[in-house]
């Protein structure tokens, strides 16, 4: 190969060996993957982290890693001949979905909590979705226990299938996911020590521990696999303290956590997330909402990088972890950055409102300079 | 090479040897490039082009192809000790400019118009660069050209780098903008037969014409250029009229489009480009800005493509250019996309303000599911 074949596939493609998907029928594409691995230059140096690498997962086709789920999805269901497929999300995995059902002309149907904001929902509209909100869907436990089950009940009756981007839900289209350690170790020419993912759900979290098993298993076993670290919303501590107490069950939590996407109380994918950071010697770190918020803006203002909160996350576990003198290293750390800036507008509207635009004459433009 | 080498390094790296950026000192780089280019699947069979391709330049890192621009233009100032500079754009140079300073420690501060809209600069603000609005700059012809002489003078008299994103102010940092001509020729083994862009300024345009002629002459012109078509909206017309009457100088405007990144009324590249497709043998075609936008609707919902609506004017002046009879292509035709679907909220809610979002009762969910 030459560097002509950058991207000549999809990772989904590039690396089928580890993957379910049809390999002699065309992939939905859009151009998922293969996205940046770029050096820390200010936040690693300054957390005495020397090697320390951002995966930009943000830059994916329609800005966040539900991408790769979505590729591997709606490549099914096209191979399975399905026209239709009905889903739930308010966030990230909507938009993916709508992009590629569009790409593939599957009908996509995408059922949201009744209180959805209409900002958050545009780029699904966009992708030609149809969206309904569900009375009472979010507001209690019991509502949306009966919004959910109604939608498994439809999804059987007529034979549609219900796409939920966790391994409990669709565990091929996950698979998907997984390409984001192949990418990883082999930008690095191998496993990276350490690596951070933010936990919601648990998905996320789960696939790149199993990629990193896929190839050490590829590799008969002579390769190490990274410590895997699981990094949560204090409020939304489903598995951290599990974690610490020895326990090999996520716990159902009152979510309390305003981090939009990392606010899922139950354990969906949650206790196969914490099998995973026992499995690979990782482990679970709790931050803040407001730390989270203020990494978000050192990404944005001392490496030029700009995610929404949740895809802070990661970057904030760390940051805990060496401040609570229990994590350092010396080889390579990646942290998994989830979902692009302008996913959260809002948070960047609070994130910059305190920033001054003076209105000035052409005369003080020097001046301006100077004192800028 | 093998696979692992998609993103080692920066298309400003690897094609170095058309490119006049330091080969000794590091590059200021976040991943720029290496951007999917995806075949139509609707849109191409629709006009009977069968063999066309979308460059999705919004997946850059800041949301634009800009970071091309961006990337070479921050790495020269870093390889020279400049330590700040100043800039004018209230879009997506600005942005782009704004991140690789940060990663940089280069301290970059932007003069807007008077009367920028605020949620524009978000972005930019997030990456900490300084900000200012110049009274009367944007208002009439005379306080604009007094500004920009200001700045000019300042850049002069206090050592600091003006950076404008053309090949009139920047043409070092312009050349990386050429690396999209280089990926495009690499990913379809060769030249497409033509390339439709996006004339505002112009500078985009003329990088790609003369990216294409760089391959040609390392090919010993052995191999052909692509015919590169440059479309306007008709509110911006200030090359393709010239084209057709046959003159070499585009022409002043009053610009009435509402195109956002393309009313550029004056001449800043556009003469450079007005040669560059009359060198390559391409065309001038002008698009309504309705055309516009329902051509950005048409690629979210029929081919799961978002962007802004600067980012659909290349296909729209494709479609145009068949539906007057004068354009067919058995061979390989290429769109390039410049901005993403994020960059310009405000179109993104016209587009879908008449999709209704209905609050149904779970019971309803069967129903919904058919009807959809």
């Known amino acids: 190969m030459t560097v002509h074949d950058w991207r000549r596939e999809s990772p989904l493609a590039a690396y089928s060996q580890y993957l379910p998907f049809p390999i002699d029928a065309p992939l939905v594409t859009l151009g998922e993957g293969w996205t940046p691995l770029v050096r820390s230059q200010r936040i690693g140096p300054r957390l005495g982290i020397p090697n320390l690498w951002f995966k930009l997962e943000q830059t994916n086709p329609t800005g966040s890693y539900k991408d790769r789920f979505a590729a591997g999805q709606v490549s099914l269901l096209q191979a399975r001949g399905q026209t239709t497929c009905m889903a739930t999300s308010s966030g990230n995995t909507g938009s993916a979905l709508a992009a590629y059902c569009a790409r593939a002309r599957i009908r996509c149907t995408v059922f949201l909590v009744e209180d959805a904001p209409r ?19 979010g507001a209690s436990v019991e509502s949306s226990a009966r919004a959910i089950a109604t939608l498994a009940d439809v999804s059987v009756s007529q034979g549609i299938t219900l796409v939920i981007s966790a391994y409990a839900h669709c565990p091929e289209g996950m698979e998907g996911v997984k390409t984001i350690a192949y990418e990883i170790a082999d930008r690095l020419a191998g496993p990276p020590e350490d690596v951070f993912v933010p936990v919601g759900g648990g998905g996320l979290c789960t696939a790149v521990a199993r990629g990193f098993a896929d190839l050490a298993r590829a590799a008969d076993a002579s390769q190490s ?139 003080e433009i020097g001046a301006a300079v100077g004192s800028s």
């Open 225 to 363: 696999v990274p410590r895997v670290h699981a990094v949560q919303p204090v409020g939304n501590d489903t598995i951290v303290t599990p974690w610490r107490d020895g326990r090999d069950q996520a716990r159902p939590v009152e979510s309390r956590t305003r981090i939009s996407g990392l606010a899922v109380p139950t354990d969906i994918d949650a206790s196969r997330a914490l099998a995973a950071i026992r499995t690979t010697g990782g482990s679970g770190v709790l931050v803040d909402d407001s730390l989270v918020w203020e990494v978000q803006r050192d990404l944005a203002r001392h490496e030029g990088i700009y995610v929404e909160p949740a895809g802070a996350v990661s970057v904030a576990g760390l940051w805990r972890a060496v401040g609570e003198e229990r994590f350092q290293a010396a080889g390579p750390v990646v942290c998994v950055l989830t979902g692009h800036g302008f996913k959260d507008p809002a948070a960047v509207e609070r994130m910059t409102a305190s920033e001054a635009v003076p209105l000035i004459d052409a005369g």
């Open 119 to 137: 900002g958050k929902l545009s780029q699904m509209l966009a992708y030609g979705a149809a969206l309904f909100r569900v009375r009472g869907f």
